[in-house]
């Protein structure tokens, strides 16, 4: 297995729907008005995050990871969401999550579209993807599970706020992977 360093932030990633670009310190405005939705954050662990002295947070975090990207709608080049790498293990997993979408997106082909771009990309590095998922976040499990994933453990991850809050963790497999 290449335990070379990896870049987890490529430029290049698209598809025919989306196009993920890498996050900078500039694009905080542009996400922020995606995600001042109080109905995306509706079943997420951080029901506040359309708050933006708490999105600032999540948004330094994103651009601090150097693994973060932008989700562009590729015809119109207008931002759907953000979604990130994280918990790089070299030649054996890395986590994929901080998702979100623009209501817009939801029920359609962007979030699959964004994350077999990220699947496609990790699986030349590592051979075990995760999603960690809040256990009231329904949404995003039927996701994950639409991709292939499958819940392998629950969890307690701390909030914002530093209190334990129950993640459910889900597993994709490269094929062929021992």
């Not at 708490?54 to 989700?71: E, H, K, N, P, R």
């Not at 590729?74 to 979604?83: D, K, M, P």
């Not at 453990?153 to 889900?170: M, V």
Request: proline share 4%.
């Amino acid at each position: 297995m290449d335990t070379k360093e990896v870049d987890w932030q490529p430029k290049g990633l698209a598809n025919d729907l989306v196009q993920l670009v890498p996050v900078s310190a500039s694009d905080f405005d542009r996400l922020f008005a995606v995600a001042s939705d109080p109905l995306i954050w509706e079943q997420h662990p951080t029901k506040n995050r359309f708050e933006r002295a708490v999105f600032q947070g999540y948004f330094d975090g994103a651009v601090a990871s150097g693994t973060a990207f932008l989700i562009m709608e590729r015809t119109t080049g207008e931002i759907a969401g953000c979604t990130r790498y994280y918990d790089y293990k070299p030649g054996e997993s890395i986590a994929i999550g901080f998702t979100f979408l623009a209501t817009a997106y939801w029920g359609g082909a962007f979030n699959k579209a964004a994350k077999q771009l990220l699947v496609d990309y990790a699986f030349r590095f590592v051979d075990t993807i995760y999603f960690h998922i809040g256990a009231t976040n329904l949404r995003s499990q039927l996701a994950t599970g639409k991709i292939g994933a499958v819940k392998v453990r629950e969890l307690d991850i701390p909030n914002n706020n530093g209190s334990p809050q129950l993640h459910y963790e889900y597993a994709l497999r490269k094929p062929g992977a021992k």
